[in-house]
Structure formats: structure tokens, C-alpha cells
T-cell receptor, first 114, second 112 residues
Framework: GENVEQHPSTLSVQEGDSAVIKCTYS??????FPWYKQELGKRPQLIID?????GEKKDQRIAVTLNKTAKHFSLHITETQPEDSAVYFC?????????????FGGGTRLMVKP | NAGVTQTPKFQVLKTGQSMTLQCAQD?????MSWYRQDPGMGLRLIHY???????DQGEVPNGYNVSRSTTEDFPLRLLSAAPSQTSVYFC???????????FGSGTRLTVV
């Protein structure tokens, strides 16, 4: 089955700096890649997603890039703010045309220092 | 539109007890799934369903049962609770065909 690896597991940045989180996936058939943000004690919430027919997608301060050849995708957060502090999960979707099963990465704890 | 509703929010069980975690969605999503999240770890898939009457196992299905008699409801049953099942459980739903999940607020389960 699909395997998603996420790095780094923890990331500490200064407010205003950029943060980059990287994920690799194993199944070349995967074609949907969402990112989730989970604040402490809360549910994961979708922040951005990308499909395999697109190389990059941006939404205000966050962007996601996808390299299908290398089977990796990344989340970029610019001008980080303290409220960006959370755990971020990447995921890859397999069997999407027969369902929507997501395989999640292990998560990255992002800490933004004021 | 309530989204995905999970009950209860907290539960303490004794080893060997059984219980059902409830999950309901009002978005007419075909796909529903259950994940568990252990401290410092990611989300691991327990069971999923692509529609009413259809369920399948995920990565960690042992000790859990599910059923999907309606589009809206997807309960998770713990057959005989064990301390290893202490975790936070999330239900999630989505449309099929590659789309983002909507998660419930979670159930924090402790087995003593």
C-alpha cells in the first residue's frame, strides 16, 4: 500500500520567517495530496490541497508544490505568525476513483517564536 | 449543517468492556472513515466505507467493528476494550474521487 514520509518532525522558526515541510510518497498512482493543520486538542482541518495535474498551488501565505517524477510534495508557509504554530499533516490519496482513502504522514510540529 | 458529529467526546472504559463510538454526517458524503491518533503519532486508519452497506479494513482494524446501514451514520464498535486502545478517535467524511476530509471533533478514550 501507500507509504507517506514527512520531514522534519519538528520545526522551529522565528516569526516572519518561512517554513517548509516536505513529504514523499511511494505509490505512483496517488493523485490527490491534501495538507491538514491540527491545533492542540482540536481536529485536523484541511488548509490546502493539490492534484497531480497541477505542479503548484497557492493560497495567500501558504503554497504547495508537487514533483510527480520524484514523488514528493512540499508545504511552504511564508511570513509565519504565532497562530501558525500547530501540527501539520500531509496525505496522499490512493484508490481515489473507488473511494477516497488517505494515507497520512507522521506530522510536523511547527513552532513559531514571537 | 452540523458537519461531522462525534459522540461521546470523552470516555473511560474498563478492560474488557465494549462500547460504540458514534459518528454522523449531514453532508451526504459517500466516504466515511475512522482514524486513531496516539500521542506524538500520526493518524492511522482503522476502517472505512465507500457507501451504505460497504465497509473495509484499514491499517489497524483488530479489535474494532464497523457497519454502514445509512449514508449518514458510521459507528465504531470496540468489542473488548484493551489498554492499547487508549487513544483519540477521529471520524472523517468526504465525497469520493479525491477530496478533502471533514473531521469530527474526536473522542478521547481511556481504557484502564
Amino acid at each position: 500500500g501507500e507509504n507517506v514520509e514527512q520531514h522534519p518532525s519538528t520545526l522551529s522558526v522565528q516569526e516572519g520567517d518561512s517554513a517548509v515541510i516536505k513529504c514523499t510518497y511511494s505509490d505512483s498512482a496517488s493523485n490527490y495530496f491534501p495538507w491538514y493543520k491540527q491545533e492542540l486538542g482540536k481536529r485536523p482541518q484541511l488548509i490546502i490541497d493539490i492534484r497531480s495535474n497541477v505542479g503548484e498551488k497557492k493560497d495567500q501565505r501558504i503554497a504547495v508544490t508537487l514533483n510527480k517524477t520524484a514523488k514528493h510534495f512540499s508545504l511552504h508557509i511564508t511570513e509565519t505568525q504565532p497562530e501558525d504554530s500547530a501540527v501539520y499533516f500531509c496525505a496522499a490519496s490512493t484508490q481515489w476513483n473507488a473511494g477516497n482513502m488517505l494515507t497520512f504522514g507522521g506530522g510536523t510540529r511547527l513552532m513559531v517564536k514571537p | 449543517n452540523a458537519g461531522v458529529t462525534q459522540t461521546p467526546k470523552f470516555q473511560v472504559l474498563k478492560t474488557g468492556q465494549s462500547m460504540t463510538l458514534q459518528c454522523a454526517q449531514d453532508m451526504n458524503h459517500e466516504y466515511m472513515s475512522w482514524y486513531r491518533q496516539d500521542p506524538g503519532m500520526g493518524l492511522r486508519l482503522i476502517h472505512y466505507s465507500v457507501g451504505a452497506g460497504i465497509t473495509d479494513q484499514g491499517e489497524v482494524p483488530n479489535g474494532y467493528n464497523v457497519s454502514r446501514s445509512t449514508t449518514e451514520d458510521f459507528p465504531l464498535r470496540l468489542l473488548s476494550a484493551a489498554p492499547s486502545q487508549t487513544s483519540v478517535y477521529f471520524c472523517a467524511s468526504s465525497y469520493t474521487g479525491g477530496s478533502g476530509y471533514t473531521f469530527g471533533s474526536g473522542t478521547r478514550l481511556t481504557v484502564v
